[in-house]
């Protein structure tokens, strides 16, 4: 028998990970020993996740449940501040300018939602008029690493057939370099302007924002011949969120509340190979470097 449900646990080696007996039939398939483990089952999947959320509170566990069919996706759609790369590229720019402390709190409520992402946006490249182009090649270099787990999940997804993109509310000259590096197929984001010596203070319009990484999804599944549901997005701020409800598996990633509450799933304490095993890769699967 089939059962339709999949229970996706992520970080079970320091715990026990049975838990009390679910309703129905339920199956146990451990992707990697001790660490990811899929239970299928066939019982309503809002009951089970969050009796499996009570069960793993305040361990360093991610628990989502999803349908079985569909799992693997055919496109990745990802943010890359604080997703794919460690760090916020627009904060590491303002510390440069000895502005760090004012810029990272405009995009921390940016993030939150508390702000107008466009608006914020102008605010801190405004503040950043002046600053030497020789400054975004010292972030690259000395601020900017992939999150772990990056090359796996681009790698992997790749082999199978999937398209990826990166899609940031941040810049063309860090998404190009960390698409390259990461191993995407394309990228979109916003354009620092400069004077050729120092940036303006503006950035090029229209801005990216909410809209365009929504529509970026359905740009992109239209040009694959597939339906949104295809695609896998990801992000962890508030101008993900529109991306993330539209995917057929939408993950909040060491997200702000507003956009982990919101989202299908959940990830906040594994690192981006946990996107592979929520599609039910195993570790005989994944690629890795």
């Known amino acids: 028998m089939t059962l339709p449900y999949v229970l996706n646990i992520v970080g079970a080696s320091q715990y026990a990970v ?19 483990l899929d239970i299928h089952f ?20 991610d628990v989502n449940a999803m349908k079985r069919e569909g799992r693997r996706k055919k496109l990745l759609i990802a943010d890359m501040d604080s997703t794919i790369i460690t760090c916020e590229c627009l904060d590491e720019l303002a510390d440069m300018a000895g502005l ?20 914020a946006l102008k605010e801190r490249v405004g503040m950043l008029k002046g600053l030497p182009l020789s400054a975004l090649e010292r972030v690259y270099r000395e601020r900017i690493r992939l999150d772990p787990g990056a090359k796996a ?13 990166l899609v940031s509310g941040g810049f063309t000259y860090f998404t190009s ?5 990461a191993g995407f197929h394309a990228d979109r984001a916003n354009t620092l302007l400069d004077d050729g010596a120092a940036l303006t203070g503006a950035v090029g319009e229209p801005i990216l924002g909410r809209d365009a990484k929504l529509a970026a999804l359905e740009e992109a599944a239209a040009a694959l011949g597939i339906a949104p549901e295809d695609a ?3 992000g962890d701020g ?25 989202a299908g799933a959940s990830i906040s304490h594994g690192d981006l190979t946990a996107l592979l095993y929520l599609q039910g890769y195993s570790d005989d699967e994944i690629v890795r470097s």
């Open 238 to 262: 508030a101008n993900d969120l529109m991306m993330i409800q539209r995917a057929g598996l939408g993950v909040a990633y060491r997200a702000k509340p507003i956009v982990a509450e919101a």
């Open 153 to 165: 999940l681009l790698a992997t997804m790749r082999q199978h057939g999937a398209h990826t993109l």
């Open 100 to 119: 760090k402390d004012q810029v990272s709190a405009i995009t921390e409520r940016a993030m939150r939602g508390e702000l107008d992402f466009a608006a």
């Open 177 to 181: 370099r960390v698409a390259k590096d």
């Open 232 to 234: 896998l997005a990801v």
């Open 42 to 61: 066939d019982h309503d999947p809002k009951e089970v996740l969050a009796r499996a959320r009570h069960h793993f509170a305040g361990q360093p566990v």
């Open 18 to 36: 049975r838990m009390p007996l679910l309703p129905g039939s339920s199956h146990e398939v451990w992707l990697s020993p001790g660490r990811a």
